[in-house]
């Protein structure tokens, strides 16, 4: 079963405090790992694709970067604008383009 | 990407009724996707519609539930049928980009009473 555990579940950072948000998959067959922010009362808002192995995508103070079992999401010097909650997804090579969620990383920046 | 629009909002039912909820984007689109969020929890898919064809649900959910209509590649509705309280939830409609990756709507936000 495709499975996606993301950890922490919460975390509370100051601002300019780097760190980094882990998700770990079990899939049969991946053809893609997604990134997705999600601020209350709204829809994901897509962030990244990986696709294989050693990929890595930037995008401001983020970083998301893959492995055979694992994608981290890295964020530095982030700013309390970065509040929100991280959700990591994977899509099978069977079925029809199916995301997969992880549970999430509720994030919070303190000034 | 895609602008995705979604009515209602919001809504506040009874247990027993049913309600609609619309999905439109600014664009044609190959494949439509509705997800269920429950309250603390993460999204999960409902059903994948297609243009011209049934809807493909996932297990656990049934056509009688959650049917599903595609009348063209610009708009889909998603039912919520004879609803109780555990159907409270926010329902979430998305379409596939050029990269295999999705675009969601703001979602509807569902209460049954």
């Known amino acids: 079963e495709d499975q996606v555990t993301q950890s922490p579940e919460a975390l509370r950072l100051q601002e300019g405090e780097s760190s980094s948000l882990n998700c770990s998959y079990t899939v049969s067959g991946l053809r893609g790992l997604f990134w997705y922010r999600q601020d209350p009362g709204k829809g994901p808002e897509f962030l990244f694709t990986l696709y294989s192995a050693g990929e890595e995508k930037e995008k401001e103070r983020l970083k998301a970067t893959l492995t055979k079992k694992e994608s981290f999401l890295h964020i530095t010097a982030p700013k309390p604008e970065d509040s929100a909650t991280y959700l990591c997804a994977v899509q099978p090579t069977q079925g029809a383009q199916k995301l997969v969620f992880g549970q999430g990383t509720r994030l919070t920046i303190n000034p | 990407s895609a602008v995705i629009s979604q009515k209602p909002s919001r809504d506040i039912c009874q247990r027993g009724t049913s309600l609609t909820i619309q999905c439109q984007v600014d664009?044609?689109?190959?494949?439509m996707f509705w997800y269920r969020q429950q309250p603390g929890q993460s999204l999960t898919l409902i059903a994948t519609a297609n243009q011209g064809s049934e809807a493909t649900y996932e297990s656990g959910f049934v056509i009688d539930k959650f049917p599903i209509s595609r009348p063209n590649l610009t708009f889909s509705t998603l039912t919520v049928s004879n609803m109780s309280p555990e159907d409270s939830s926010i329902y979430l409609c998305?379409?596939?980009?050029?990269?295999?990756?999705?675009?969601f709507g703001p979602g509807t936000r569902l209460t049954v009473l």
């Open positions: 664009s044609q689109v190959t494949m």
């Open positions: 998305s379409v596939d980009g050029q990269y295999n990756e999705q675009f």
